[in-house]
């Protein structure tokens, strides 16, 4: 089976914080994609990754950076983090043709 | 753009009814449909994959089912139960490089 996992479930940090959202498949997917959840909102993209060292933007980039050094793992990076960001984070990965696409848990962030 | 729509946001059924769960989207060319299961505060399982060139998918109690000339997808779920409750998302894979557009829902309540 496919395993997307991500570093915490339940975060809480403090506003102006930089913080680190961490996810690992092993599955060998090349394409890697950050989202947020919020109430009424729906699932937004913030990032995604089609390989090693590429990013593309999403829907709602902004406040967000990425990191992808190995094909395994993708890193969501909140360079200073504000209330506005408090959200649920999903971490999914799929194959190169976005074949049947696999999420991780989510990481519920709270930023105060 | 595509557009994806979920109607009803919400439904109740009592245990034991069939019962119906619909997807629009407004953009005929797609590559793949797939819909998921979310339990409260979790992340997205997937359910039922399908493919442009396939009418539909069937899992145990769940067929999913794939019209794009109408740019609707239906999912059925037969002789409901209480495990039944969760939130039912669907999302459209469009061809070329470009992520999953998603609906935000219909979160289903099955009454014991």
């Known amino acids: 089976d496919v395993k997307v996992t991500q570093s915490s479930r339940y975060l809480v940090k403090r506003t102006g914080e930089k913080v680190f959202l961490e996810c690992v498949q092993d599955m060998d997917h090349e394409n890697m994609f950050w989202y947020r959840q919020d109430p009424g909102l729906g699932l937004r993209l913030i990032y995604f990754s089609y390989d090693v060292k590429m990013k593309e933007k999403g829907d709602i980039p902004e406040g967000y950076s990425v990191s992808r050094e190995k094909k395994e793992r993708f890193s969501l990076i909140l360079e200073s983090a504000s209330t506005n960001q408090t959200s649920m984070y999903l971490c999914?990965?799929?194959?190169?043709?976005?074949?049947?696409?696999?999420f991780g848990p989510g990481t519920r962030l709270t930023v105060t | 753009k595509q557009e994806v729509t979920q109607i009803p946001a919400a439904l109740s059924v009592p245990e034991g009814e069939n019962l119906v769960l619909n997807c629009s989207f407004t953009d005929s060319a797609i590559y793949n449909l797939q819909w998921f299961r979310q339990d409260p505060g979790k992340g997205l399982t997937s359910l039922l994959l399908?493919?442009?060139?396939?009418r539909e998918q069937t899992s145990g109690r769940l067929n999913a089912s794939l019209d794009k000339s109408s740019g609707r997808s239906t999912l059925y779920i037969a002789a409901s139960q209480p495990g039944d409750s969760a939130t039912y998302l669907c999302a459209v894979g469009t061809s070329g490089n470009t992520p999953l557009v998603f609906g935000k829902g219909t979160r289903l309540s099955v009454i014991a």
């Open positions: 999914a990965s799929s194959t190169l043709t976005f074949y049947e696409q696999y």
């Open positions: 399908i493919q442009s060139s396939q």
